[in-house]
């Protein structure tokens, strides 16, 4: 059964996160927007996107601290476990490449 659902607006600057609150808000307010406007029947966990968005920018070259300062994490260490992804994904490309001998 489809219903009629309210509009959402939102704003979201990322480069102008003050408080880790904010991004805790903006999960919410996704979150609610994609559980409400499109009828999920599972809540889309706003995680996944950010984990999604770090390895694409990994495997595309950005560097790893620039990655780490736009998903504000305060260690870098955090961040290198999406660069330990892209390197496993590089390493299974190299081998299928069939050895020359």
Same mark, same amino acid.
């Given at each position: 059964?489809?219903?009629?659902?309210?509009?959402?607006?939102?704003?979201? @600057? #990322? /480069? &102008?996160?003050?408080?880790? $609150?904010?991004?805790?808000?903006?999960?919410?307010?996704?979150?609610?927007?994609? *559980?409400?406007?499109?009828?999920?029947?599972?809540? @889309? #966990? /706003? &995680?996944?996107?950010?984990? $999604?968005?770090?390895?694409?920018?990994?495997?595309?070259?950005?560097?790893?601290? *620039?990655?780490?300062?736009?998903?504000?994490?305060?260690? #870098?260490?955090?961040?290198?476990?999406?660069?330990?992804?892209?390197?496993?994904?590089?390493?299974?490309?190299?081998?299928?490449?069939?050895?020359?001998?």
């Amino acid at each position: 059964m489809v219903t009629e659902q309210p509009q959402y607006s939102v704003v979201v @600057c #990322i /480069f &102008h996160i003050l408080q880790n $609150t904010e991004i805790q808000l903006i999960s919410n307010d996704l979150r609610l927007i994609f *559980t409400s406007s499109l009828l999920l029947a599972s809540p @889309c #966990i /706003f &995680h996944c996107g950010r984990h $999604t968005h770090a390895t694409m920018m990994l495997t595309l070259g950005v560097d790893l601290y *620039t990655v780490s300062k736009l998903l504000g994490h305060t260690n #870098i260490q955090t961040t290198q476990i999406y660069a330990k992804l892209v390197d496993e994904s590089k390493k299974k490309a190299i081998d299928l490449i069939p050895n020359i001998s």
